[in-house]
């Protein structure tokens, strides 16, 4: 087990990839689906608050940066002019299940079972821009993914109680970004991989 202060490393990196995807809005080189987005800064900021309530303590950060990053990737879309993706009814329907979830979550008393309810919320809205990213990889930037990566598997590396409210989130961000990251360079990799 590491030392707690490696998580502040984590989030310093985390924030930094997000930095430098709001960039990439901002430069109009990606363009987030904001469904996606709007369940992404929500239910993380509600698992930080079940997951301190379950104990967990300097490790919850990486919880919290999976909802700040979004929230910042949304001020910024809502300012730049045709920065976003264009909502369509898939993705409206994914969003409403991930809200559904959310209350689901919000409204059980266990929290095992809540912090299921978030991630099944989440995993709902990661769905259009996994789809996004997989036909317009273009439109997607893969640092804020990467730093999520870094940032939850350094949040692993110091728990202290190992218990599923605890680390369940932070897996499965893990999981999402490494699942996003494959879709953004699919093209890539198969590519390659038939050329070579």
Same mark, same amino acid.
């Given at each position: 087990?590491?030392? /707690?202060? #490696? ?9 930094? %990839? %997000? ?17 996606? +987005? ?15 309530? =379950? $104990? @967990? !303590?300097?490790?919850?950060? $990486? ?19 045709? @920065?976003? +993706?264009?909502? /369509?009814?898939?993705?409206?329907? %994914?969003?409403?299940? *991930? ?13 095992? &079972?809540?912090?299921?309810?978030? &991630?099944?919320?989440?995993?709902? @809205? @990661? ?6 990213? +997989?036909?317009?990889? /273009?439109? /997607? *930037?893969? *640092?804020?993914?990467? !730093? ?9 590396? &110091? #728990?202290?109680? +190992?218990?599923?409210? #605890?680390? *369940?989130?932070? &897996? ?8 996003? #990251? ?10 390659? =991989?038939?050329?070579?």
């Amino acid at each position: 087990m590491l030392p /707690e202060n #490696i998580i502040f490393v984590g989030v310093a990196i985390n924030l930094f %990839c %997000c930095i430098w995807y709001v960039k990439s809005i901002i430069s109009g080189n990606t363009r987030p689906n904001l469904v996606s +987005w709007f369940i992404w800064m929500l239910a993380p900021f509600i698992g930080t608050f079940l997951a301190l309530k =379950a $104990g @967990a !303590g300097f490790s919850v950060l $990486g919880i919290f940066m999976a909802g700040f990053g979004p929230l910042l990737v949304i001020i910024v879309s809502i300012f730049r002019k045709n @920065a976003f +993706w264009k909502i /369509e009814t898939f993705d409206l329907i %994914c969003g409403f299940f *991930s809200l559904m979830a959310l209350v689901l979550y919000i409204f059980t008393y266990n929290l095992a &079972i809540s912090i299921l309810f978030a &991630i099944i919320s989440d995993g709902l @809205a @990661a769905i259009p821009t996994i789809i996004k990213s +997989w036909k317009f990889p /273009e439109t /997607e *930037s893969s *640092s804020t993914y990467f !730093g999520g990566i870094v940032n939850n598997v350094l949040s692993l590396l &110091i #728990i202290k109680n +190992w218990i599923f409210s #605890i680390y *369940s989130f932070n &897996i499965y961000f893990i999981l999402v970004n490494i699942v996003i #990251i494959f879709s953004i360079y699919h093209k890539r990799i198969f590519k390659k =991989a038939i050329f070579s």
